[in-house]
Nanobody, 125 residues
Framework: QVQLVESGGGLVQAGGSLTVSCAAS????????MAWFRQRAGEERAFVAI???????TYANSVKGRSTISRDNGKKMVSLQINSLKPEDTAVYYC???????????????????WGQGTQVTVSS
């Protein structure tokens, strides 16, 4: 069983930067794909970024070029930094783990078996 706890959300002005972090416990973190999703009010949960067990990364177009996802296997932590924040980045950000480390389908919430409780990020204009 894997537990995920997010931290680092808050209120930020547009144009600023924010890092959200996720601490994992239990399971085999180093062999899991780890991802961030976000859910805006009234919308479906959407993929933001993934860092695979291999270290490779993929980003959603909405954050590509202004975000960095990273992992520290020793600390069992995964972080997401977003720069040049926009009001449309306002959402609850969720950390997710795919213990099967799938090679595809990483944009689908259905392919993640563990989720954190979420952390709110609000970007003011």
């Amino acid at each position: 069983q894997v537990q995920l706890v997010e931290s680092g959300g808050g209120l930020v002005q547009a144009g600023g930067s924010l890092t959200v972090s996720c601490a994992a416990s239990g399971g085999t973190f180093s062999r899991s794909n780890m991802a961030w999703f976000r859910q805006r009010a009234g919308e479906e949960r959407a993929f933001v970024a993934i860092v695979r067990w291999s270290g490779s990364t993929t980003y959603a177009n909405s954050v590509k070029g202004r975000s960095t996802i990273s992992r520290d296997n020793g600390k069992k932590m995964v972080s997401l930094q977003i720069n040049s924040l926009k009001p449309e980045d306002t959402a609850v950000y969720y950390c997710a783990a795919d213990s099967s480390a799938r090679f595809s389908g990483w944009e689908s919430t259905a392919n993640y078996d563990y989720w954190g409780q979420g952390t709110q990020v609000t970007v003011s204009s």
